[in-house]
């Protein structure tokens, strides 16, 4: 403060006028307009570690949340997996239940055929049996 007033001095001994630019700069850097520039430059610095504060706090979250997007590309990578192995094994369950149906049918066929010889061949011990009374007669 000392100093600018003795640069104040030597500009009004000078004979320097108002409009001088020297007087403009030294209006400009007087005690008042520091202070006013203190309380502004403080008052920008609070903004600033405010907006710091907001930045970490949405950088966590932004974590956070990517995070959980992974996770949730995982589950639903997991859920397809899951869906496509369900899907095979209902594809072998039907080829399974489609070979069984297929061997029954050939194991009615074989008993059929089974039955229609049992039947021959009881109808040819028969016919001889008779044959041999009618000779014994």
């Known amino acids: ?28 850097v007087s005690p008042k307009n520091l202070e006013k520039m203190n309380k ?3 008052g920008k610095d609070e903004e600033i570690s405010r907006l710091k ?10 974590k956070l949340k990517t995070g959980n997007g992974i ?8 859920y397809q997996e ?3 192995r369900v899907l095979k094994l209902e594809f072998c369950l039907q080829e399974a239940r489609s070979q069984t149906r297929k061997l029954q049918r050939m194991g009615e066929r074989r008993d059929k055929a089974i039955k229609e010889l049992r039947d021959q061949l009881s ?15």
């Open 53 to 62: 504060d907001e930045i970490r706090i949405l950088s966590a979250y932004r």
């Open 40 to 42: 502004l430059l403080t």
């Open 82 to 84: 899951l869906k496509k």
């Open 71 to 78: 996770a949730v590309r995982n589950q639903q990578r997991a």
């Open 123 to 137: 109808t040819e011990q028969v016919v001889p049996a008779e044959i041999a009374e009618k000779q014994n007669f």
């Open 1 to 28: 403060m000392r100093v600018e007033h003795d640069i104040m001095e030597v500009v009004a001994k000078a004979g320097v006028n108002k409009d001088c630019e020297l007087w403009k700069l030294l209006d400009e």
